[in-house]
DNA sequence: CGCTTACTTGAGTCTGGTCAAACGGGGTGG
DNA sequence: CCACCCCGTTTGACCAGACTCAAGTAAGCG
């Protein structure tokens, strides 16, 4: 799934690299309106990015799973406009803000992977607006959970079988746009269209064909990719 | 507003730069599944990113305005997925993307520009989301309202009168995910509210700082920018 | 003058929200 | 072992925000 580095890309690296974090399952790893001094990347486990209203509505922007980059943000633009928190333990590869620019002067083609990522990321944003603008409520869960199964699948993140993905009705709605309750009646008629099966905090994949059908979404498109 | 060139770096550009590209107003730049040659910076006028579900629903992902790049997602990621409209008559700088891998070994400066400007757009994407799925329609016009014209007198582009924001009800609909009828209803409370007046297809600011508490938007909060 | 485009407005419907209550499994203290 | 609690999920009743349909106005243009 991910490219090949080079040798001496390799060894500055690990020079780049500070050290490993490991966090713990609902802990916050960065905090809207901190200038965080690290960067990172996800080694193992997931968790997602979240803003809230003053009022304290929350919506979950997107997930970040292996091989993605956290704090991206916060490094170039000064400070986080958003938070993230694991949804299961987590592995981070830590990496010092500070030495970003010395990779872009020594190593082009690192540089060009981090730019790769975030515009990867911003790809996955627009089609979660297209979701939360135009999709209706079954459209939206259908496309989500597709979605999060696609991704967990290409980077070999499972949870208890093959096809399931552990995360709360909570958590769906937090991302969905809508309601708790009526995310779960949602949720409840794609069960009843047998695409879905929820068993115990987390839902597992029947029909991903239809899941995708049903919300119109073309799956990911995505060749190889670069890793930090 | 935008920071200063070395002068190598403005060389540079020069040779990368292939030449400049005059659109009209409602003309389309890129079209999604497109794999263009080219990259482009906006050097005047201003348009929309936008996708399309199968069936014809419209969702406006973001708004490009003057130093905004277009067409990055494509050069790295292989296909558009998003088509590019001119809301305006447009001027674009061309650039050839297979030149790009050029630019981030010799010009590590440009290269983090770029990621600078990518991070940027992700920013905007994290609460247009924020947006969409939490707050409530007359909310997200108050935002969208307030944000757009931040951006645009930022960068100095102007409709008619200096608050003036040149759009149609149609176009803050799909921006809004909301339908055209119910943009209409919510757009006339913010005028009842005195928070703007409209005037012939567009919109003038009466008062940015209600706009701003309504939603609850913090503001821009951007410092000097990058320019390619 | 008739046509088109953009904006308005009202009526009725439906999707999704809110409130309230209950269920069921896992963990804990008695 | 049992009572209790907590969390996540489920359900029903009712309400409100947003959608659709339909029609009408106003300005611009050939």
């Not at 509505?57 to 490094?75: H, K």
């Not at 060009?112 to 990522?117: G, K, Q, S």
């Not at 009705?169 to 794609?190: C, F, M, P, Y």
Request: aromatic share 8%.
């Amino acid at each position: 799934m991910f490219r090949d580095f080079e040798d001496q890309e390799l060894d500055f690296i690990s020079t780049f690299k500070t050290g490993e974090l490991s966090v713990e399952k609902g802990s916050t790893v960065l905090v809207e309106g901190n200038h965080s001094a690290h960067l990172y990347t996800v080694l193992s486990g997931w968790g997602f990015r979240y803003k809230l209203l003053p009022d304290g509505r929350r919506q979950i922007l997107n997930f970040v799973m292996p091989g993605d980059m956290i704090g991206l943000q916060g490094s170039l633009l000064g400070e986080m406009q958003h938070s993230v928190e694991a949804l299961s333990p987590m592995l981070l590869c830590v990496f010092e803000r500070d030495n970003l620019f010395g990779l872009y002067r020594k190593h082009p083609g690192l540089a060009f992977d981090i730019t790769w990522i975030a515009s990867r990321e911003e790809r996955m944003l627009d089609e979660n607006l297209l979701s939360l603008g135009r999709r209706s409520a079954i459209e939206r869960a259908a496309y989500l959970l597709a979605f999060i199964h696609s991704r967990a699948k290409s980077v070999g993140l499972k949870g208890g079988s093959p096809n399931e993905v552990a995360i709360s009705q909570q958590h769906i709605a937090d991302t969905l746009g809508l309601s708790l309750v009526h995310t779960n009646k949602t949720i409840r008629k794609l069960i009843d269209r047998k695409l879905i099966s929820w068993r115990d905090r987390g839902c597992e994949i029947a029909d991903l064909e239809g899941l995708m059908k049903l919300s119109g979404w073309e799956g990911l498109r995505e060749d190889k990719r670069p890793l930090l």
